[in-house]
């Protein structure tokens, strides 16, 4: 059985998973596979700390263009994370003709044209099944899996951290602050946790998916991001009394001949699937044309699930590197940039909390600024009455577009009878779109 050297940089959390893997699974990889993988050079800047596995001594280095140029390596593997080095490491890796595996989205999302574009002019490949959804194997299903269909929408929840702190919201009725709390006290979110909380993390992993479904580079600048810092409790349980999940969405679709990546808080109906995944968990709906609706769930980051899906990554690669041939590269369907719609054309219901003066005459104001703008009202709720003060309105809206709902708003948080910033969260109802 032919044997394929592999050399690893970064031996962090996931770099561990994967040489736990290659040793617990290493020779049922192989006979399943027809290729045996053999760990030939680990390159990590802290050589000392004990990550639970066992490597020799002798094939560490803190080099790592020493793991990625030893002749014994045929495949490289990149976890070191970050842009800068990633980059350097994988241009390197692509510069000698090795093929790269890497679980980095940020630089996939980011720059993945230039190096795609490099991996095409070398007649070599990268490997990304990890850069989303951890253990989910969604880059293989919309590669492979779904190639013969026309991809019409893909909505995913892709981000751990931020799932866990809108399940703890909604199931146990506590803040967003606590839940944040919890979450880094649990490991689920950075001492920093921006990425996460602000959507940048959910937006690179939305970027390559479109990449994936339409078959061209989305520029991170194009991408509608919005986070869940503003999200309060009140709006967690208005959703739910409604009939409604609040998760942080990712959606990617194709409409009037461009496309569409957004991320932000969205209404999900309760009795949608995408509203029922709890916890640190992912998962992603995929519509596509032949197949209807199709779903994958899992573990979206950890140590094992991500090193599954890097060694998923490795297997391919060694197959075609033991066989001589040369992967079919993505994307070349549309080499050129992608045509992203603005979020202002971009049509929704919508959720608004209005602190609204409780004064007769008020809320008939407010109706008519919305209708100035082409937006009608599907309901309205006022639990609280308070004579004189301000109470907290929940309106409803029927479809609207994005950008007559952005100056209502401003003409909204306008009125003297307004006591604080209006919260506005979009409603997909995606199976309403789906027969539409």
């Not at 880059?139 to 893909?154: H, M, P, T």
């Not at 959606?251 to 999900?268: D, S, W």
């Amino acid at each position: 059985m032919k044997e394929i050297g592999v050399g690893l940089v970064g031996f962090g959390t996931v770099g561990a998973g994967v040489v736990e893997g290659l040793q617990r699974n290493g020779a049922l990889l192989a006979e399943r596979q027809g290729v045996k993988l053999r760990l030939a050079k680990v390159a990590d800047l802290d050589l000392e700390r004990d990550r639970g596995v066992q490597v020799n001594p002798g094939m560490m280095t803190r080099d790592a263009m020493a793991a990625v140029e030893d002749p014994a390596v045929q495949i490289v593997v990149e976890l070191i994370g970050g842009v800068r080095a990633a980059r350097d490491v994988i241009l390197r890796a692509l510069e000698l003709g090795k093929p790269v595996v890497t679980a980095n989205k940020a630089l996939l999302a980011e720059q993945g044209a230039e190096l795609f574009q490099r991996a095409a002019e070398r007649l070599t490949h990268i490997h990304f099944e990890a850069s989303v959804a951890g253990g989910v194997p969604i880059i293989r299903a919309l590669r492979d899996g779904l190639a013969a269909n026309r991809i019409r929408s893909v909505y995913g929840i892709l981000n751990g951290t931020c799932n866990y702190i809108l399940t703890r919201m909604d199931r146990d009725h506590v803040t967003f602050e606590h839940a944040l709390k919890e979450a880094q006290a649990a490991g689920y979110a950075e001492a920093d946790p921006a990425l996460d909380i602000d959507g940048v993390d959910t937006a690179h992993k939305a970027a390559i998916l479109a990449g994936l479904s339409y078959g061209v580079f989305v520029p991170m600048a194009a991408v509608h991001v919005e986070g869940i810092r503003g999200i309060a409790k009140a709006d967690i349980e208005n959703a739910r009394a409604l009939g409604y999940r609040v998760k942080l969405l990712a959606v990617v679709k194709e409409a009037a001949g461009a496309i569409e990546v957004r991320v932000h808080p969205t209404l999900i109906p309760a009795e949608q699937m995408l509203a029922s995944v709890g916890g640190v968990f992912n998962a992603i709906l995929v519509d596509g044309d032949l197949t209807g609706p199709t779903a994958y769930y899992g573990r979206g980051a950890g140590r094992l699930p991500t090193a599954s899906a890097v060694l998923s990554d490795l297997a391919d690669a060694a197959r075609l590197v033991a066989l001589g041939k040369r992967p079919a590269m993505w994307p070349e369907r549309r080499a050129d940039a992608a045509r992203v719609r603005d979020i202002g054309s971009v049509e929704a219901r919508y959720y608004l909390r209005v602190s609204l003066l409780d004064r007769p005459g008020v809320l008939g104001r407010l109706a008519g600024v919305l209708g100035q703008h082409d937006i009608s009202i599907a309901s309205v709720v006022q639990k609280e009455a308070h004579a004189g003060k301000h109470v907290p309105v929940v309106i409803v809206t029927h479809v609207a577009r994005e950008a007559h709902m952005q100056v209502a708003l401003e003409a909204i948080d306008a009125m003297a009878e307004v006591g604080a910033r209006t919260v506005r969260l979009r409603i997909e109802d995606m199976e309403h779109e789906r027969k539409a």
